[in-house]
């Protein structure tokens, strides 16, 4: 790799002799790396008839694969066919624990016939506990649970959501790991300090970070994503909210997946190819895909 890179430069330098040995290193390293953004919206308005272009900038920055998130089993189609577009996309079905009125008596037994109807589902969810704001906070408890009952019936991890409610989820979880046994899952867009992310790789849990872990006043964010294990991390954009740093502020892109992972390089102390193969290794195991490449 270290001569390949160095020809290469050798040659870029006669025709480009402004282009840094750095620059180049990072756009052929990028060439090499496989990325896979865990956690995607790319249903969402604003990204309508934007798709092409996304994923041309995606593919710039080397993702090669996207998991896409629910919030409501209603999505479902609509991500079905995005998903006939993209060959690198699978996704998940659930109900968002913000969107918990309207789950009804038939809610399980329509997600897990979806779950079950399509190969490209990898995962349930959005699910988990939001307590900001929330009157509802025994009505999520309920559907959390059940969702996490058709997880284990049919084998796939969930996609936990969890603000402000960390230890009430510990919990829940640790109660039903017991009663019902395990099942494997992730915490996205993760936000916890050490203790409460401890909490979660003891239930066996991944760890999924986002864009949060480039801001400058995430502070614990950042020391708890030194620490989890090099082989529970995974990272996400989940567009089109939260844009990591320079973007901050702006609509979020799967290619922007691509920063999460320069700042948790350069938290662990760790060369990006590295956090680029571990966290594509992960994703790959706990959500059963296989990219074409490997
Ligand atoms: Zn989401």
Redesign the pocket.
Known sequence: MQRLLFHVWEIIKFSYPNVSRTQTSKAIHQVYMQLVDT?V?INFDVFQGNLDSLQQRWQEAGVAHLIH?C?EPKEFQGIQSIADRFPELSFAVGLHPLDVAQWQSDTAREIEALAASDRRVVAIG?TGLDFYKADNQEQQILVLQQQLKIAQKLNLPVII?CRNAAAKLNEVLTDFWQREGSVKGVM??WGGNETETQWFLDLGFYISYSGIVTFKNAKQVQMAAKVVPSDRLLIET?CPFLAPVPFRGKTNEPSYVLHVAEQIAQLRQTPLEQIAQQTTANACRLFGIQLKNQ
């Open positions: 956690h919206h998130s919030v959005e959501h996205h867009c989940d």
